[in-house]
């Protein structure tokens, strides 16, 4: 599997599609800081790059996330979940997204499908939440003029 993108402007929706696996939680216990962060550092710098000519015109500060996970194993819940922080902290460094509160996003839509041993992938999807009908209550609606102060 090669790593592909898609993305369209109005409204802002991005699919990134990653071979390989972030580390869960459990699969991090007992490793130095030194292996966590050249594991983080490697994601990061791959989500950052395939981010660099799909960008937003704006940081998003409303969005939904769907992230999938494609592994031979199923992993716990907290451990799926746990598997994306890196590549939602590389969103952001990237200028995709504005922050990563959960008042931004609300709950993240983790998943997990079967995949063959030694095939396993990620896809991540962001989509704007630009209407105030589809913007969680009490939650600011993408705006230019947010994310300037």
Do not use: Q
């Not at 599609?17 to 972030?22: A, E, K, N, Q, R």
């Not at 992230?67 to 922080?85: A, Q, Y």
């Not at 063959?116 to 003029?145: F, H, M, Q, W, Y």
């Amino acid at each position: 599997m090669i790593a592909r993108y898609s993305f369209t402007r109005d409204p802002y929706t991005l699919t990134l599609s990653i071979p390989g696996l972030p580390k869960t939680t459990n699969a991090h216990r007992g490793k130095g800081h030194w292996a966590r962060y050249r594991e983080d550092l490697t994601w990061k710098t791959t989500v950052i790059g395939m981010c660099a000519s799909a960008k937003p015109r704006v940081p998003l500060t409303r969005y939904t996330l769907t992230l999938t996970r494609f592994s031979s194993s199923e992993p716990d819940f907290d451990g799926l979940v746990s598997s994306f922080k890196v590549v939602v902290d590389a969103l952001r460094e990237a200028g995709v997204l504005a922050d990563d509160r959960i008042s931004n996003t609300g709950p993240w839509d983790c998943r997990w499908e079967k995949a063959k041993p030694k095939e396993g992938s990620i896809r991540v999807e962001v989509r704007s939440i630009s209407s105030p009908e589809t913007a969680l209550a009490g939650a600011p609606v993408n705006d230019p003029e947010a994310v300037k102060g």
